[in-house]
């Protein structure tokens, strides 16, 4: 293998550059940081899916409809935003507003409640294997064994029979605890794509935020206890300067005597020193036993043990 240690390096990164990026991960714990850790981020807002707005293509006829004045009232662009804008856009659920275009099987509509009922009910037309149709074990007539005699579309009643069975599937739904005593607008679906993937994501986001919070209660604790140490220890650091200081004064004593041909004679250690010493020693009996040095040495294994990683979401 080759030996890349004796590689000079073109473009060496400067040991301040080194120490900046690295300071954010060994500086001490701030009153900022115990703050932070207090809050909890739970945002309602993120978690709404916002009101669906106005269809694209009524938004874009208001939009050329102002573009042309009062005044022009043969343009085609014109009458054509208008009577897209005129137009009802919900579905007729009335039957008397039902025209003779509209009852054909393609355009008659029932309630919205008891098409999806209906819709969840009704078998699907799947091709078997050997050719013939059916759904599972039910099979199909083929046109051979169907009458010749050709059915008639089945004409809606003006005596309100969709409504009617929509508030009895209502009724029935409710009383056994399905549906909700509120009623549904059913002017404001959200049922595409996109609101999909909201919800999707929302749920991911909603896990998300419960295994912050949960690390959130195992960091705030420790957090608290190194705030502590670090105090202790800035102390410590203190007078350990202190006792340095009168050591580097003692030894230049020391060695200036050691130059002369007179027998040197033991110094005594100054008041200063013995003070230093003192307090270093009252403050480590007084105090030092709150902080042991294997609680707060390197771990040995994370803290989130314990906590799930990443939540696992499936994009329904």
């Known amino acids: 293998q080759d030996d890349f240690s004796r590689v000079k390096v073109t473009n060496q990164v400067q040991i301040q550059t080194y120490w900046a990026a690295m300071e954010p991960y060994f500086r001490n714990i701030t009153e900022e940081d115990i703050a932070l850790l207090e809050t909890t981020n739970e945002d309602p807002e993120t978690l709404a899916i916002p009101p669906l707005g106005k269809f694209y293509a009524y938004k874009w006829a208001a939009e050329e409809l102002a573009h042309f004045p009062d005044h022009m009232h043969h343009s085609k662009t014109r ?47 799947l091709v078997l294997a050997d ?70 994501l929302q749920r991911q986001l909603r896990e998300q935020t419960r295994i912050n919070n949960l690390r959130t209660e195992r960091l705030l604790p420790a957090a608290k206890e190194h705030s502590g140490y670090q105090e202790y220890m ?10 340095e200081q009168c050591y580097l004064k003692r030894h230049r004593q020391t060695k200036s005597r050691k130059r002369k041909s ?55």
């Open 79 to 125: 009458h054509a935003a208008r009577a897209l804008l005129s137009a009802d856009s919900h579905t007729k659920s009335h039957p008397d507003a039902l025209v003779g275009s509209e009852l054909s099987p393609g355009a008659a509509r029932i309630a919205p409640l008891t098409e999806r009922i209906v819709s969840a009910l009704v078998a699907e037309r």
């Open 131 to 200: 050719g013939s149709q059916g759904s599972g074990d039910a099979r199909y007539r083929t046109d051979s064994e169907c009458s010749d005699t050709e059915i008639e579309p089945r004409q809606l009643s003006s005596s309100g029979e969709p409504l009617s069975l929509e508030d009895r599937m209502k009724r029935e739904l409710r009383y056994i605890g399905i549906l909700d005593d509120d009623d549904i607008n059913w002017d404001d679906r959200q049922d595409d794509e996109v609101c999909a993937t909201i919800r999707a």
């Open 234 to 243: 800035q102390v410590i650091d203190e007078l350990d300067k202190q006792v």
């Open 262 to 316: 007179a027998p040197v004679k033991t110094v005594s250690l100054s008041d200063n020193a013995l003070n230093a010493m003192g307090r270093r020693r009252r403050v480590i009996q007084a105090i030092g036993h709150l902080f042991p040095e294997h609680k707060f040495a390197l771990p040995t294994e994370s803290i989130f043990n314990g906590i799930p990683q990443n939540p696992v979401i499936q994009m329904k």
